[in-house]
């Protein structure tokens, strides 16, 4: 069993509908990433968060520390949102272990 | 500012040969990573630099692989000899400051596609 879990493994909806991606993870962190890939892209770092909530744009991310929980939600969302969304963790060191990811596909 | 840079994109070798992958960080940046994701797996940690030591070389899936940082900025990771399972997606990453993780948000390369065919 992987130590960060992502939910769901594929997502399909219609452009504007609201998105959430679950992460779930089970041991101690001191950060969470969230992390965007399109197809045949590199990695981009959407956010770093520690505890609370973040707002960029139309993306949100937040964090429940004691029930081991991330979501990233989208709002309003669109098709150049259709990429891998990645949930990686660090456990009070450097090292990453990563989530196997949320394929999103967005249809106009 | 430039961004992290891997080279090459692409890299098609037989069994048995040499490639060396380069990751250029962002420049001041101490912390330097390389990942791997192999295909339909999630992404691991191999190993990683603060300047030109290595903090955690745990990932590291044998000694196949070699990771230098010499000067601590670009490095390189060299397969010799490569094997067919060491095909996937090497993903290098740069932060500046790894004391605090949750102040230092990491910048991926675009990665290097290795197939050993």
């Known amino acids: 069993k992987n130590e960060v879990e992502q939910s769901p493994q594929n997502l399909t909806a219609q452009e504007g509908e609201f998105i959430t991606i679950n992460c779930s993870y089970s041991?101690?962190?001191?950060?969470l990433h969230w992390l965007q890939q399109h197809p045949g892209g590199g990695i981009v770092s959407l956010f770093m968060l520690s505890s609370g909530k973040k707002k960029h744009g139309r993306l949100i991310a937040t964090i429940n520390i004691q029930e081991k929980h991330s979501s990233l939600h989208i709002t309003a969302s669109h098709p150049r949102d259709s990429a891998v969304y990645i949930c990686?963790?660090?456990?009070?060191?450097?090292?990453?272990?990563f989530g196997t990811g949320t394929r999103l596909t967005i249809i106009p | 500012e430039a961004g992290v840079t891997q080279f090459p994109s692409h890299s098609v070798i037989e069994k048995g040969q040499t490639v060396t992958l380069r990751c250029d960080p962002i420049s001041g940046h101490d912390n330097l990573y390389w990942y791997r994701r192999v295909m339909g797996k999630e992404i691991k940690f191999l190993l990683h630099f603060v300047k030109e030591s290595k903090q955690d070389e745990s990932g590291m899936p044998n000694n196949r692989f070699l990771a230098e940082r010499t000067g601590g900025t670009y490095s390189t990771l060299k397969v010799q000899p490569a094997e067919l399972e060491d095909s996937g997606v090497y993903f290098c990453?740069?932060?500046?400051?790894?004391?605090?993780?949750?102040?230092?948000?990491?910048?991926f390369g675009n990665g290097t596609r290795l197939t050993v065919t």
């Open positions: 990453a740069s932060s500046q400051d790894g004391r605090e993780t949750y102040n230092s948000p990491l910048h």
């Open positions: 041991v101690g962190i001191s950060a």
């Open positions: 990686a963790v660090a456990m009070g060191n450097e090292k990453l272990t």
